[in-house]
């Protein structure tokens, strides 16, 4: 779904609203505040697209371990204590390790919560049933 001018507004009205960020007394943390500007900038490019191209903002857990294993653990240990997360998508890496010669393996998890109706935002990848 592309986005509405207005929606664009709305979001840029937001983007200017939020406290200065490099104020520690901000309720917000600034990485928050990023996110919600590289959304708007992301949704703006979008807008301007044809075909079926969205942007969203999705909460990314990055579980890591010294092996593949002890990530993919991380993940399970994760998701059997979220509630009523959805995972939307997984990526991996192999990134240099915090001691030289050495790696640290990370599954990244975008994942999604229900919101206040109990509908998640973010697309499923499964549809529902067409009537």
Known sequence: MKPHPD?????????GALPDLAD?????PAKFGD???DLGRAWKSVATL???VDATLQAAVVCTGTSWAEATAAVA?????AGAVEIHALASAR?????V???AYQVTVYVGYPDRR?????????????G
């Open 7 to 15: 929606d664009i507004a709305a979001l840029d009205a937001a983007v």
């Open 24 to 28: 520690a007394r901000a309720p917000i």
């Open 35 to 37: 996110a919600l500007i």
């Open 50 to 52: 044809a075909g079926d």
């Open 77 to 81: 240990e994760f998701t059997s204590g």
């Open 95 to 99: 990134v240099p390790g915090p001691v």
């Open 101 to 103: 010669d050495t790696w």
């Open 118 to 130: 109990g509908e998640y935002a973010a697309g499923t990848h499964h549809a529902e049933p067409r």
